[in-house]
């Protein structure tokens, strides 16, 4: 059997052990060390350190299983052994962290079945050969979870569809309801903090940034300023209190980052202070980017105060609003942040087949009725000026254009409009001018397409 060290920066950390293929000496044996550096191998008494699985500032986590298992059953073990040059009170930070995902791995994880169970937690003294002292070590082992982060299925499957999003929403909304009621705040919600295992359960992990706070009480004291960069709302990264609600921030920035397969930095426009992420995601239904909106929103009380109320609204007919997911108009700072309902495609092109046509038509009408070609271009320019600031702000809509244009084109009977062009000449320039329009606009709509993939 192969046994890897724990101990960071070992030499030779893969040991081989002929004998405890054997079962029965896998059970009996009371310990074996690295025989590079001498260190403890049989963790706890129990766990077999066998794989890598990842590697951080504060330590790292390995593929093991228990010995004392009847089918050697798999599990992770995490060292804490932050790197670099820690004072006595950042190390005192750094290790009460790592307790504190211990109890709360504990008190949550036994007892919901999308958070991992915790086994074992326990130090660990072993002799440094090199400067004659002794380390310290500390040990968590929770459940294993056979699957794939949200991460590493992004990277191998590509963008999520909305009904994918609606579902992981739906999961992980339950995971947070529930710590959320047992006095806890994650705080480190992120793609790669979300596993889904090989039946296709969610499973939230990674609880050493947890916030405890009193039940009952919006929170209790500042945040300890630990937080993932791009997913954390603004008062997680003040060192601010943080709230339910600083979850559901994550939670929405998570999905904005799976749905497009941006990074979140690239979908917040620092500039304006807001997220601009609906053109990269331009199959989304209004009523679910009207949730994630308001998830996003820079003010903790504009958010939706408790994972319940984003159930409710998830749960709303699709056809639901914007205006009824936002905040009371009667607060300012949320009416100043609801934004415009976006055009769909449909509309965009046909908006553009009625500017054409009404363009042409325009064109002909004033060029026929005032002798000085200045002046009629320039009121023809200020006509179609005012006809797009209309279409923008929905002044008309739907099926005032075709209306609208019938009218316009019967208004062409008269001769002195028309400039002596037969009616059937002056048909065929107006569809031939909604027919460029339309072509114009699909072709800058799909550069813009293409160059917003890349930049």
């Known amino acids: 059997m192969e046994i890897l060290c724990t ?4 030499p030779r950390p893969k040991n081989l052990f002929a004998d405890l293929d054997d079962p029965s000496t896998l059970k009996s044996v009371q310990q074996k060390y690295c025989t590079s550096c001498g260190m403890p191998l049989i963790l706890g008494g129990h766990y077999i350190p066998v794989r890598l699985l990842g590697q951080g500032g504060f330590g790292a986590a390995y593929l093991a299983c228990d010995r004392f298992s009847p089918t050697l059953r798999s599990c992770v073990v995490k060292q804490f052994q932050p790197s670099g040059n820690l004072n006595q009170q950042q190390l005192e930070i750094a290790q009460n962290l790592f307790e504190r995902e211990a109890i709360v791995l504990e008190n949550l994880g036994n007892r919901h079945e999308q958070i991992p169970d915790l086994y074992a937690f326990f130090p660990l003294i072993a002799p440094n050969r090199s400067s004659g002292q002794q380390d310290r070590f500390f040990y968590l082992v929770q459940e294993f979870i056979d699957g794939q982060t949200l991460e590493e299925e992004l990277i191998d499957r590509g963008q999520f569809s909305e009904a994918q999003i609606r579902h992981l929403l739906t999961e992980m909304l339950k995971v947070l309801k529930f710590v959320h009621e047992n006095g806890s705040i994650h705080r480190d919600i992120k793609p790669s903090n979300i596993m889904r295992d090989r039946n296709g359960r969610l499973y939230l992990l990674d609880f050493g940034a947890v916030k405890q706070q009193a039940i009952g009480s919006p929170s209790s004291g500042k945040s300890t300023g630990i937080y993932s960069m791009g997913f954390a709302p603004p008062e997680q990264m003040a060192g601010s209190q943080v709230y339910p609600s600083t979850d559901l921030y994550a939670l929405a ?55 319940q109320d984003v159930l409710n609204a998830l749960e709303r007919p699709q056809s639901v609003t914007k205006t009824q997911l936002q905040p009371s108009p009667a607060n300012p700072t949320a009416a100043a942040l609801s934004t415009r309902k976006p055009f769909s495609l449909l509309e965009v092109l046909g908006s553009a087949a009625f500017m054409g046509f009404e363009g042409a038509l325009s064109y002909i009408a004033f060029t026929s009725l005032l002798p000085f070609p200045g002046i009629a271009l320039g009121l023809w320019g200020m006509c179609l000026g005012g006809l797009i600031y209309t279409l923008y702000r929905r002044g008309i809509e739907g099926k005032d254009l075709p209306i609208l244009a019938v009218l316009t084109f019967l208004l062409m009977s008269i001769p002195a409009l028309r400039g002596g062009l037969a009616i059937s000449v002056v048909a065929i320039i107006a569809v031939l001018g909604g027919a460029t329009a339309i072509a114009i606009t699909a072709i800058f709509r799909l550069i813009y397409l293409i160059l917003s993939r890349f930049f």
């Open 7 to 10: 101990r960071p920066g070992c």
């Open 253 to 307: 920035t998570t999905c904005l980052n799976l749905l497009t397969g941006k990074k979140p930095e690239e979908l917040y426009d620092s500039y304006h202070h807001g997220w601009n992420w609906r053109t990269h995601a331009p199959q989304v239904s209004d009523s679910l980017a009207a949730i994630l909106d308001r998830m996003l929103l820079p003010t903790p009380k504009d958010r939706f105060q408790s994972a």
